[in-house]
């Protein structure tokens, strides 16, 4: 069918957001089977070495700039966002599964009369060249193939770490292009971001996260768990239990109310394995759990499972650990 | 204040959800009412105990009002119920397109709907109804304060790493998080309330809307088929003393899982 496979690039603080490399990446073997080129799209002011970067990743980068786009508005984002697929007509629309994808595709979607399909955890090309993703339902008890049929372009949101994150060296043309702000309105103001967490890598899109539950009984606990995480470049993540202790900010909860991940690895200590938990775990690539509790439920979610004491065995994997970077 | 939220009736996270063929499911009769839309209406409720007024939970669904029920125990005026045989087959913009057509019916200061419906996980009709309306939306929120003259909210909201605040004038569509609020559970009194309530009942041909647009026909979306999740292979028990099985977890992690 043709066209070009689009990607709305998220920055954060002049970077560019890695879930929206990884789907360019994955962009360029799509791109090959409907016979189109990559495009990234991106709305702001970038800095001079984002926008290089970008360049490596896609055929073209088409740029909204403007002051009022420096700042994710719903309104700013969807007027410019959707002026641009207008004139150009891409075949396809991606963007990562984040707070922002989430947000804003549903009402682009609406605005330019397709479909979306939400929160893939797979996507490839189907037959006549049309997307065929692959996402969980009911929690992830089961999952689903789904596709849009008739309406253009193909819209879906993906997970964070679906895809491989390699380097790639295009040299994108840049076209500034308009912002589509002309004769719209945007109506939310934005005061700024109240940061509740210290990571720099959110947990929904680190690729180790060490998972916390109750069993770390005291907030003051967190200290180890934290020199753990920092020894394997990870981002905490908690359970619900633990954010309603009070213990952790409820950003970095997984689960059902939560967040879903998809770490290439994780740790599960002193969680239970309540469904609600587990579900938001399903996609992750391996799964290491450490409970007291011989019979506790999430062993049946694990890869490797470790019968011992969170506090005993955190302090002590963080040592073999700095150990074992030592000797490489 | 005029406060509407959208809510739906869902299988509970506990049911049991079985692949029975490629196109049908088989769920387990254990629902409850979405958990976001909980939070949803408990806001609602604050708001009309601050600023007066009525609130009212509506629902599409051809056959459970529950969520409706649930509404009023907790403390909702009204309860409205879309439901029509045509509305069978219909994804979330179809969802929406209704919902979008019975609140353009009347004027809203606010309405409140779920961050995403926990069968489907979507999240896309909180905004889908808002653009149809062509209302501002804030999704994902965890903060909520309404100006003294009811125009305009201040709204926390949750991205990456934090908590972003904005403004946005009112009536708006606005999506609840976990953390805005903690649901009341329903008291006696809303329980008998929401068992007598008046449920009061809309089809297509009320709202105006056409039946082609929603349904198998007006599908954007389709599910091609069913399949089960990813399988993870038995664990492994890593049985030895503290602490070569923290040496040994370290070993199978770097050499065997090259997770590290
Ligand atoms: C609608 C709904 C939505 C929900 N959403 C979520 C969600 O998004 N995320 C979520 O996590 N939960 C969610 N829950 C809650 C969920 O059902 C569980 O209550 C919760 O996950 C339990 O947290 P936990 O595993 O930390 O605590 P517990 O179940 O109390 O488990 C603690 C575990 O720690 C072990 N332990 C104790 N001490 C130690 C030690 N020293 N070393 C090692 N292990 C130890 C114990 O053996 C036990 O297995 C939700 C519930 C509902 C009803
Ligand atoms: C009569 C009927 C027939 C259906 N037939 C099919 C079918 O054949 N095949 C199929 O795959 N799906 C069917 N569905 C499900 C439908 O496709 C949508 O998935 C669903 O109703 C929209 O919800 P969502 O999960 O996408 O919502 P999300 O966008 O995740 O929900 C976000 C919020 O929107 C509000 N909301 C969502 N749905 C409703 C609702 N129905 N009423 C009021 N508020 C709501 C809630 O506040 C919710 O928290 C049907 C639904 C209905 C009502």
């Not at chain 1, 210290?198 to 005291?218: T, W, Y």
């Not at chain 2, 769920?27 to 408990?42: Q, V």
């Amino acid at each position: 069918m043709g066209g070009e496979v689009w990607v709305f690039v998220e920055s954060v603080e002049g970077a560019i957001r890695k879930v929206s490399l990884e789907l360019l990446c994955a962009a360029d073997g799509f791109s090959k089977e409907i016979g189109g080129p990559v495009g990234a799209v991106l709305l702001g002011r970038p800095t001079d070495s984002a926008l290089e970067n970008l360049r490596s990743y896609a055929d073209r980068v088409y740029l909204a700039e403007d002051e009022r786009l420096a700042a994710y508005t719903s309104d700013g984002y969807t007027l410019a966002l959707a002026s641009l697929v207008r004139k150009h007509g891409p075949a396809v629309l991606l963007a990562g599964s984040t707070s922002t994808g989430r947000d804003l595709f549903p009402r682009v979607a609406v605005r330019l009369k397709t479909g979306l399909i939400p929160d893939c955890t797979g996507l490839a090309i189907g037959d006549e060249g049309r997307l065929l993703a692959t996402r969980p339902i009911y929690g992830g008890k089961v999952f689903c193939q789904v596709s849009i049929p008739e309406a253009s372009p193909q819209m879906a949101t993906v997970r964070p770490n679906t895809f491989t994150l390699e380097k790639m060296n295009k040299r994108a043309e840049v076209i500034r292009d308009t912002t589509g702000l002309e004769g719209g309105e945007i109506r939310q103001k934005v005061e700024g971001v109240e940061k509740t967490t210290q990571e720099k890598v959110d947990v929904a899109e680190a690729e180790v996260v060490v998972g916390v539950g109750r069993g770390i009984r005291d907030p003051g606990n967190f200290k180890a768990v934290q020199d753990l995480a920092d020894a394997l470049g990870a981002t905490i993540g908690v359970t619900r239990a633990v954010v309603d202790n009070g213990w952790w900010d409820v950003n970095d909860q997984i689960g059902k109310s939560g967040k879903n991940i998809s770490a290439r690895l994780y740790f599960a200590f002193g969680l239970s394995g309540a469904i609600h938990h587990v579900l938001g775990i399903q996609t992750c690539k391996t799964v290491v759990a450490v409970n007291t509790d011989t019979n506790a439920l999430i062993f049946n979610y694990a890869d490797y499972a470790l019968v011992g004491d969170m506090m005993e065995v955190i302090p002590a994997l963080k040592e073999e650990i700095t150990k074992m970077k030592d000797e490489v | 204040m005029n406060i509407c939220v959208l809510v739906k009736y869902v299988p509970d996270t506990e049911a049991i959800v079985r692949i029975r063929s490629d196109s049908e499911l088989e769920i387990e009769n254990k629902y409850f009412t979405n958990f976001f839309d909980e939070i949803a209406i408990e806001e609602a409720v604050k708001l009309k105990e601050k600023f007066g007024g009525t609130v009212t939970v509506v629902t599409v669904d051809n056959r459970r009002i529950d969520a409706l029920r649930r509404g009023i125990a907790m403390g909702a005026d009204h309860a409205v119920q879309i439901s029509d045989a045509a509305l069978e087959g219909s994804d979330s913009f179809g969802i929406a397109r209704v919902l979008a057509a019975f609140l353009k019916k009347e004027p809203w200061d606010v309405i409140l709907c779920g961050r995403q419906a926990m069968d489907d996980d979507a999240a896309i009709v909180g905004p889908a109804v808002a653009e149809l309306l062509d209302l501002p939306h804030v999704s994902s929120i965890l903060g909520l304060e309404i100006a003294e003259d009811g125009r305009s909210a201040r709204v926390a909201r949750q991205v990456e790493g934090g908590r972003e605040i904005l403004l946005c004038p009112l009536p708006a569509v606005l999506t609840t998080q976990k953390g805005l609020n903690t649901p009341r559970i329903p008291q006696v009194m809303g329980m008998m309330k929401a068992m007598k309530v008046q449920v009061r009942k809309l089809d297509l041909g009320a709202l105006g809307v056409d039946p082609a647009e929603v349904g198998e026909r007006g599908r954007k979306v389709r599910i091609l088929r069913y399949l089960p999740p990813p399988k993870r292979s038995k664990a492994m028990r890593i049985e030895e003393d503290f602490p070569d099985n923290v040496r040994r977890l370290v070993r199978l992690l770097r050499e065997e899982a090259k997770a590290l």
